[in-house]
């Protein structure tokens, strides 16, 4: 397990020392660890996980768990999600309309609506 610690200490570019001062983890417990003479508590390694964002069973084993679901409840919704990621000006839609009141999104619904009817030629 120390060995994937300190994978992640050079891929963060921290000292063992920058770690236990942040975390609260003693120097002790990380060397006593590093030297095979104690394991650390689950509380412990929750805190070095969160320090680095990962799961403790990452710390454990070296590999991420499978996610049984996906991050998003269906795949219609990932897709969304994805396109709005990749297309600037979705992505500044989304954003502005994040503090829009309820009647102003229905404002911009309907000029957007208006405008794909004058695109698809179906005003004049």
């Known amino acids: 397990m120390y060995e994937i610690f300190e994978q992640l200490l050079q891929k963060k570019g921290v000292s063992p020392y920058k770690v236990a001062k942040e975390t609260g983890v003693t120097q002790t417990a990380l060397s006593n660890w590093k030297l095979g003479k104690s394991t650390p508590t689950a ?20 590999k991420m768990p499978e996610s049984k679901t996906g991050y998003y409840l269906n795949d219609e919704t990932a897709a969304i999600a994805q396109e709005i990621f990749e297309n600037k000006e979705l992505r ?11 009647e102003d999104l229905l404002t911009v619904r309907d000029m957007m609506l208006a405008l794909k009817r004058k695109e698809r030629g179906d005003i004049g």
């Open 43 to 62: 509380k412990t390694l929750q805190k070095i996980a969160d320090y680095f964002g990962v799961p403790i069973d990452y710390l454990t084993t070296g």
């Open 92 to 102: 500044m839609l989304f954003d502005a309309s994040r503090n829009a009141t309820p």
